[in-house]
């Protein structure tokens, strides 16, 4: 048995990383379901104007996350080294990423904007108003290309700072940002205080704040705190990268960042097909996203929590305890996971009915989400398989292994489902969700072949 389930130690050391990061993402999902909620509450057409927005924006989060996570592979194993120039130059890196797809992503918002959102309107059984629904979309998207760098800069330094061993700091930068946005999703969007109702602008106002003031306190806290973090010294000092360190991450993190943008950009597509049903599955697919999102901070953080210990052992150079502790942490996820699914499905027929919305959309979105709960095993078994490959530079495998994948199976399965075929919703999501199990199978047996245990910080 303990081969599969570690000592007190060791699992002292993962709620020690993974409860702060565990922390943060609860809080921040459960806020930004209630902010779902709270627009939700103006109707099913601001909601889905926002929810298609907030689809198109998953594309740029997950591509800062990609195009960073990169570069953080060798940060958490330069730290594992404690060799500060190394760190200090992939941060570096990191921040050229940032601002790089800030800049690309806003002039594709900009340009195509409407004609993305469009993509997600379809009239289905009960005739909701496409042409507001684009109206409440257009105005949201073009307020909330104001955040984008600042939340590429907050990732960045919160990145770094996890991958260093620091995730109590990032847990709190959320923590603050996500009560300002809290406090003024309410006062803006139903016009509380004196303040005037903005509805879907109000919406949008909070998120800008809420963002700006995250960058601000994780640069102001980091660079307070030089002492210690040793590696921030002179960090602005040259914009100059080792090419030796600039071409492996290239070459380990270009992988990484097209998996990202392809893997979200393949989710934004499943959702496009899933529309297609109506406007109504819209909003059920968006409430059941929401409201998944909560519950799937598990593995979310259960990954990272692979990502860090497993990737300072590697750099440490002590190969076999990762494999060892890679083998519990996964067995950890897996039970903690399928615990979280029975209590996601204990209380999917309760959260969409604070929707106003139809009752067809509420009984629609806890049918979805009893789905994803029972998917749940499986979500874990895979985010954690794509981790441990990651931990290791195994940045092309992961490739194939999450974003092809996607769009190799799950895209062509969903877009011939939903465009030659008048299968209803529900069996169509279950298919699509069930193909996952698939990439089980794959993540066991590359796990068990253990080509992903290398050090890094020996290539450079």
Known sequence: MSKYFGNKAFYRRVFTVMIPILIQQVITNGVSLLDNIMVGRLGTEPMSGVAIVNQLMFVFNLCIFGGISGAGIFTTQFYGKRDDVGVRN???????????????????????????????????????????????GREYLALMLIPMLPFAISQVYAGTLRETGQTTVPMLSGIIAIIVNLALNYVLIFGKLGAPAMGVRGAAIATIVAKVVECAVLI????????????????????????????????????????????????????????????????????????????????????????????????????????????????????????????????????????????????????????????????????????????????????????????????PTAFVLSRFTDIPIVPMFIIVRGLDIIKCVIGYIMIKRRKWVNNLTELE
């Open 220 to 411: 102001i806290w980091a660079h307070g705190n030089i002492k210690s973090f040793t590696y921030l010294k002179g960090l602005y000092s040259s914009p100059k990268v080792p090419g030796a360190l600039l071409k492996n991450i290239a070459i380990k993190g270009l992988p990484l960042l097209l998996n990202e943008v392809l893997w979200a950009s393949g989710m934004t597509m499943l959702n496009q097909c899933y529309s297609k049903r109506g406007l109504e599955v819209v909003s059920a697919v968006n409430i059941s996203s929401t409201v998944s999102n909560l519950f799937f901070c598990s593995f979310f953080a259960m990954g990272a929590t692979i990502s860090i210990i497993v990737g300072q052992h590697l750099g440490a150079g002590r190969e076999e305890e990762a494999v060892e502790e890679d083998r519990r942490l996964i067995m950890f996820s897996l039970l903690l996971c399928t615990a979280v699914g029975i209590i996601m499905a204990a209380v999917a027929r309760f959260i969409p009915m604070l929707y106003n919305t139809t009752e067809g959309v509420r009984d629609l979105a806890c049918t979805l989400l009893l789905v994803s709960a029972a998917m749940m095993p499986v979500d874990s078994f895979t985010n954690s398989s794509y981790f441990t490959l990651r931990s290791g530079g195994k940045t092309l495998i992961t490739f194939l292994f999450d974003s092809v994948f996607v769009w190799a199976v799950c895209v």
């Open 90 to 136: 992939s941060i570096r890196v990191k921040l050229y990423i940032a601002v790089a797809s800030v800049v690309l992503f806003t002039l594709a918002f900009i340009f195509f904007g409407d004609d993305f959102i469009r993509l997600f309107l379809h009239q289905g059984q009960e005739d909701l108003d496409l042409e507001a629904t684009l109206a409440y």
